[in-house]
């Protein structure tokens, strides 16, 4: 069954913020790891949960980097993972479990845009690897560490409007296309989002995909400037286009997946404007929406047994 996409009148929109939609929610006793928390949107979903009471834990590749950032965010943890490299993610998570400590709350926001052509692992195309592979992999190794009512949110984006999976081709042997390469690891976020929330539907975490928004962060790192221009991301005098959101209204429709009762009964969705999208129905990506691939359930379970396949994982 397609998960079914219609909003369910939240109250909140494209300019609120991840402050807004916490207001009145007490996340005190409650476990978020948050994996790109140290910068751009990943840091405002840190602080904000921060704010509300939660514990933080920020897995980072660069953790001095890291510890930096969230200086001065409470109680604010930062440990070494490369999601690129399946034994960091191990290591990682064999650490976390030893802790025993529950996990609340897992939001996946790492990620590599436009790069150029990169190997990983064994000769994994990059976006695929460290967008989908290694998240996929942590939250199997994270497993036992769900807390009942648990909630997993994949960060994805509108780019997937670009491209369904390449199911003869996902490494992109032939043809590199450093775009399609993010919009195909887009897609998968949101359909690993289908099938995790399908799994955990009697007793596991339930999960849901993110469109952020258009926002300009570090994530751009790899674009050129003439090509922000070019794409119409910012004005001639380098502001950003009309749509474009700040890093904080960016943060925000994370953040509510991540806590909204509103949700309950719609996992598998996929949100954007602090809402549940409707189907995409324009090409038009700042419109936004989401489009027919991104939400089957059919190819959902289709990547997740060829995720398993390339990392030895299924922990479900």
């Not at 921060?50 to 965010?73: E, K, Q, S, T, Y």
């Not at 404007?273 to 038009?284: E, L």
Request: glycine residues 12%.
């Amino acid at each position: 069954m397609m998960t079914k996409q219609q909003p369910v009148g939240s109250g909140f929109g494209p300019r609120s913020t991840a402050d807004d939609v916490l207001a009145g929610i007490d996340l005190s006793g409650t476990n978020a790891l948050v994996t790109g928390g140290y910068s751009g949107l990943g840091l405002e979903t840190a602080r904000a949960l921060a704010r509300a009471g939660a514990h933080v834990v920020v897995p980072a590749r660069r953790p001095a980097l890291a510890r930096d950032a969230l200086r001065g965010v409470p109680g604010a943890e930062v440990h070494a993972l490369d999601l690129a490299d399946l034994e960091s993610v191990r290591a990682f998570a064999e650490r976390f479990l030893e802790t025993g400590r529950p996990l609340h709350l897992l939001i996946n926001g790492a990620g590599v845009m436009a790069c150029p052509e990169t190997r990983v692992g064994p000769g994994w195309e990059a976006h695929f690897a460290i967008n989908h592979l290694g998240h996929f992999a942590l939250v199997q190794r994270l497993r036992p560490a769900f807390a009942p009512g648990a909630r997993v949110v994949a960060v994805a984006s509108s780019g997937h409007f670009l491209s369904d999976i390449r199911w003869d081709d996902p490494h992109f042997r032939t043809g590199y296309d450093r775009w399609l390469a993010y919009a195909q690891s887009k897609t998968a976020n949101a359909l690993f989002a289908v099938h995790l929330d399908r799994l955990g539907a009697d007793g596991g975490p339930r999960a849901f995909a993110v469109h952020p928004g258009s926002i300009l962060t570090p994530l751009q790192r790899h674009v050129p400037r003439a090509e922000w221009l070019a794409h119409g991301w910012v004005t001639p005098d380098g502001a950003p286009a009309d749509g474009f959101k700040t890093p904080r209204q960016g943060a925000a429709t994370a953040v509510w997946a991540a806590t909204s009762p509103l949700l309950a009964g719609h996992g598998g969705a996929y949100c954007q404007d602090c809402d549940v999208a409707g189907p995409a129905v324009t090409d038009d990506m700042l419109v936004g929406g989401v489009k027919p691939w991104a939400v089957d359930p059919e190819a959902a379970a289709r990547l997740w047994e060829l995720s398993s396949d390339l990392t030895g994982l299924d922990a479900f």
